[in-house]
């Protein structure tokens, strides 16, 4: 079975398998950060799964991404949009963070919340870097964005933490963010 | 250890039907995810509706391939949302759509879905649902003709800690 990209055990829906690890759900004051630590290693691939707002728009409609609190500059993304009208792709390399996530933030309708599913894959295989696939958009009734994008981590460490950032905007009231991992046979 | 992913429930058609409904959701998972592999007897799309709403609460931004081109379009106060299309009939199509944190009753409902259509087209949107209600019925319907027999469809839950 494979459920966005990632193939499953057969033994897929047994206990086990697919178990939460963390949800953080933001509440009335906002959140400038979230925070995934102490993430243990006993899983094969990582996948979190959010709805979110930003509580302002000042930083754009993205969410970045930062690994084990590494602020160098190795990171890099690729990604294509669709935005209802147009196709267009892009990417940046020796980034300090993955930016290749969009949502909904105050410019949009109340009560629109963007969708995230990210899956982190081999998140903590210690010989290799680390590769990340972001599904992800918001719809706002007459506008909006669908994203496919793509994450590196030049880093060959084991996930252990990770941050979800607005790029200077707090998320909003209900955002909610829940790891997950991922078992193999 | 709980089971945090199951299945809640699947359709496999014994005839053709123009609409499959799994209704009477519980509201005890954080998201759900709706698989679907058929066919249908007409070159047509398919959508959501959710809990009965007919009215024009829905609308999506939808990105496809086609083997030559890549397109993106709207559709905005629509009495559905979008999931599947194919431009051919009889043709098999796989579609996946997430609804993440259904059953919360303080948000729109924002649902991402992905399709193939083998030897057409490839395609993803993203639909809101302009609705707080949790959702406990979706129904999926062609856009003209019936899914044909055999084609299924499962609903699985996950759940947060």
Redo the contacts between chains.
Sequence with gaps: ?N??GIIASSK????????????TTVGSGGSATITFSSIPATYTHLQI???S?KASAGGGDGIFIRLNSDSGSNYARHQ????????SADGAASQTQINSTTTATSSHSA?????Q?WDILDYANTNKYKTMRL????????S???R?GSGLWMNTNAITQIDLTGNGDNFAQ?S?F?L?GIRSA | MPITYEPIATTTLGSAAATVTFSSIPGTYTDLILIGAFSCSAATGTAFNLNGDTGGNYSYTGLEGNGSSAFSGRNSNATNTGWTYDTTSNGQVNGIAQFNNYSNTTTYKTLLTRFNTPGTQTGASVNLWRSTSAITTIAIATGSGNFNSGSTFTLYGIKAA
């Excluded at chain 1, 599904?135 to 007459?142: A, R, T």
């Design positions: 079975m459920i966005l897929f829906g047994d206990a086990g398998d697919f178990e939460s690890i963390a949800t799964r959010a709805i707002r294509i949009d669709g935005d209802g009208s147009s196709v009560n629109v919340f963007g969708v599913i599904m992800n958009g918001f719809d706002n009734n007459g909006g964005k669908l496919y209900y909610s829940a997950y």
